[in-house]
């Protein structure tokens, strides 16, 4: 649709003001594609101020600045949004934004280019059908229409307890929230374990939603450097020390964006420096899910492993189904749960019922094992045309370590590379691809980029984006 939408838009501009454009069957005689098609691109065009619609009359050239109404002056919302309220004498709390870490895996990358930029499964991965079914049996529910409980469907609770828990009691229903998704998820904990200006200390590099949503609450994400074996305790320890902060966050399972696991050892030792400290350990498990096919028996999470209600841990459907299906989980014991609780209810209420309902039909269906097989069989497949594809056409490139498991590959860049440069470049030559910058809360290490092979359609796909990524490291020499 991307080529339709372009091509329209160029027609559009040679159109003038209010004049109506060519009938939706003309369209569709002339592009060859179906009425569907057409009323989606003529939608996109809408939503840009390019075209106005009129039911019964047709699509016209929206009017220009001159001819619509007068617009006014909005500078002064630059100083009341700069402005910055401090608490009790404190440091002032930032109230800007930053979402361009979040964007440079959202954005969609113009016609024909390869991304190997996005965050989530390709479209070929995805349960579509099964989902689709799962929505249509769910939704003839009649209780699938009545309010649910604020805190979520009470059996989909109750999957969530034991996928996370295990089967052994560690969890009940009662300790589950259902959220809108993980970043949903995650800003709720961030926003319940914090207050603003107070310190968060995160795994560094880490996942640019979590730093864009502890920075938007007005917490202070703070490094601690992890290797390949996870967050480094005698690190982390220290900065408990010196910071005074009482969270910490961690991806214990294949880590966003370096793929690493908390090894056994460290396991234990990071749950006890974190109760020592009084702190919570924030656990986002967004890769539970997403282990490959040739990949050793996972370690639990550690909120299974908690004795003392330290861990807040974070679960997600979303990544190994669709970004549409935005139904996930926060599991937590004690006096935390209410104030989650309250988070979620004072900002959304609740979860769609027929979202949750339809997400404990796919949980419950057979159809759920063969998806997460048929995902680790393509994930681990699409690593290994990555990570070979790299070497034959970036020999010089640092040794890669690709993990088995997730959707990511995480590329050190030779010294001096200049990462926002080869991203220009990158998409000039067709491939989209995410800079390493966004991911770190402080100065960077070393030049990065994150290349998600999970969202590629396989292997033709992925040797033509490498070749592309090869002619953008030659223009920037660097190949």
């Known amino acids: 649709m991307g080529e339709l939408v372009a091509s329209l838009r160029h027609e559009v501009n040679r159109y003038s003001p209010g004049e109506k454009l060519p009938p939706s069957r003309r369209l569709v005689e002339r592009y060859g594609v179906s009425p569907v098609t057409v009323s989606r691109a003529v939608a996109v065009l809408a939503a840009e101020g390019l075209v106005v619609?009129?039911?019964?009359?047709?699509?016209?050239?929206?009017?220009?600045?001159?001819?619509?109404?007068?617009?006014?002056?909005?500078?002064?919302?630059?100083?009341?949004?700069?402005?910055?309220?401090?608490?009790?004498?404190?440091?002032?709390?930032?109230?800007?934004?930053?979402?361009?870490?979040i964007l440079a895996t959202l954005s969609s990358p113009p016609p024909g280019t390869i991304a190997f930029n996005g965050g989530y499964l390709h479209p070929a991965l995805q349960p579509e059908r099964a989902l689709a079914t799962a929505l249509a049996r769910a939704g003839r529910r009649p209780e699938a229409w009545e309010r649910p409980p604020v805190e979520g469907v009470t059996e989909l609770r109750g999957w969530f307890a034991r996928e996370i828990g295990g089967h052994d009691g560690v969890l009940d229903p009662s300790d589950v929230l259902v959220t809108a998704g993980g970043q949903s998820a995650l800003t709720a904990a961030l926003r319940a374990l914090a207050p603003p200006g107070a310190p968060v200390l995160v795994e560094s590099p880490t996942y640019p939603g979590m730093l864009a949503a502890a920075r938007a609450s007005g917490v202070r994400p703070l490094p601690v450097p992890l290797d390949r074996d996870g967050i480094r305790p005698e690190l982390l320890?220290?900065?408990?020390?010196?910071?005074?902060?009482?969270?910490?966050?961690?991806?214990?399972?294949?880590?966003?964006?370096?793929?690493?696991?908390?090894?056994?050892?460290?396991?234990?030792?990071?749950?006890?420096?974190?109760?020592?400290?009084g702190a919570f350990v924030l656990e986002d498990d967004f890769a539970r899910h997403l282990g490959h096919a040739d990949a050793p028996l996972q370690p639990p999470p550690l909120a299974a492993e908690d004795e003392h209600g330290c861990v807040v841990h974070v679960r997600s459907l979303t990544k190994v189904t669709s970004p549409n299906l935005r139904v996930g989980a926060l599991a937590a014991r004690g006096p935390v749960m209410r104030r989650l609780r309250a988070i979620q209810v004072v900002d959304s209420f609740f979860v769609p019922r027929p979202l949750q309902?339809?997400?404990?039909?796919?949980?419950?269906?057979?159809?759920?094992?063969?998806?997460?097989?048929?995902?680790?069989?393509?994930?681990?497949?699409?690593?290994?045309e990555t990570a070979s594809a790299l070497l034959h056409a970036l020999p010089g490139l640092p040794p890669l370590e690709p993990p088995l498991g997730g959707l990511h590959l995480w590329l050190r860049l030779p010294e001096g590379a200049e990462e926002q440069a080869l991203e220009a470049s990158a998409l000039r030559a067709g491939v989209a691809v995410a800079p390493g910058h966004h991911y770190f809360p402080a100065e960077p290490t070393a030049p990065h980029l994150r290349l998600t092979f999970g969202g590629t359609g396989g292997a033709p796909e992925i040797g033509e984006g490498v070749r592309r990524l090869r002619t953008a490291f030659a223009e920037c020499g660097l190949a």
């Open 53 to 101: 619609t009129r039911p019964g009359a047709g699509a016209f050239r929206a009017p220009t600045a001159a001819g619509a109404r007068a617009r006014g002056d909005t500078s002064w919302q630059e100083v009341s949004l700069s402005a910055e309220p401090t608490l009790g004498g404190a440091e002032p709390v930032p109230r800007t934004v930053d979402d361009a870490g």
């Open 357 to 384: 309902e339809a997400a404990l039909e796919l949980v419950g269906s057979p159809v759920w094992g063969r998806h997460l097989r048929a995902v680790a069989g393509g994930l681990a497949e699409r690593r290994r």
């Open 237 to 277: 320890e220290e900065a408990l020390r010196s910071s005074g902060a009482r969270v910490v966050v961690c991806q214990p399972l294949y880590q966003n964006p370096t793929g690493a696991v908390l090894s056994p050892e460290r396991r234990g030792a990071v749950l006890e420096i974190a109760r020592a400290a």
